[in-house]
């Protein structure tokens, strides 16, 4: 996995997570995002996921799927604001919202559907507002 972090210049922490490569995910599988651009120390890779300290972070998460849905989890948890149903199509997913967190978790993408999906072009960018 590549990784790149950054000193944090007085700004909000701030990361960017993206594999553009097509992938398959099996229903309930985690998404793929191995090149991360991290900035801040509010933000850090996790093993299996995004790990965010306390605080309030915008969302944002876009990419193409085929033959599946997306949902992001926070600990595990579905995050049903962040939820784009399963489609059997073609389409662009564009996810955005808050999240306030008091303690940390992890955050991840998954495919919430039953069988396999097909993604491309995926981006997750997390910005920490306070």
Known sequence: MENSKRAHAR???CAMGYEIAEQRVP???SLRLPVWEI???GIRQAEDGLLMERGLYLVQ???EARGAGLVLTLNGAK???MEALPS??????ALQGLLSLTAPAVLRAENNGEK???YRRTVMTIL???
């Open 11 to 13: 700004g909000p922490d």
């Open 27 to 29: 229903g309930g599988g």
């Open 39 to 41: 900035y801040g120390e």
């Open 61 to 63: 998460f876009t990419g």
């Open 79 to 81: 995050l049903r604001h």
């Open 88 to 93: 059997e199509r073609e389409r662009r997913l």
């Open 116 to 118: 396999e999906g097909l």
């Open 128 to 130: 920490r507002l306070h």
